[in-house]
């Protein structure tokens, strides 16, 4: 892959979030009953981002924890009726709350699915709300995210890269050419 372009540095990563933040915070009037729930991989540092956010704005601590969708896939056979949740890790109540999954990229739409399948598995929230960093378009679902961070016009020959600084050393998000 050939490194197309820079699109954010760290500076504009925590901008974005800091944005998401206050939306999340006006849209639910505050963080009565909110828990966020980070999509493995790179969903989950950037939940810690909002948690953080959260707790500096608002002095609330919301409860966090993440959701691994790999049994939830559509692409891949299914073992068995029920499937197990794998290496999720929700630890606390969700019936009743309102859940925002994050995560860093929405592209088809199939990974929110999922992670909304898993959701499910361990309870019925009382309402389901969807933050990403990138927004690339080219949904094969009808997703859309009530939080974005930056809507990123792409092609299916391009890849947007998110960059964590627990996974890869630094944070940021670049634009790729597949060959």
Known sequence: MDLKSNIMDEAAVRRSMTRITHEIIEKNKGTEDLC????????IPLARMLQENLRKFEGASVPLGSVDISLYRDDLTELSDLPETGDSQIPFEITGKKIILVDDVIYTGRTARAAIEAVFHHGRPREIQLAVLIDRGHRELPIRPDYVGKNIPTSHAEVVSV????????TGVALYQLP
Do not use: M, N, Q, S
Not at 36 to 43: E, P, Q, V
Not at 163 to 170: F, S
């Open 163 to 170: 960059l964590v600084d627990e996974y890869d050393g630094k």
């Open 36 to 43: 966020l729930l980070g999509i493995r991989r790179r969903g």
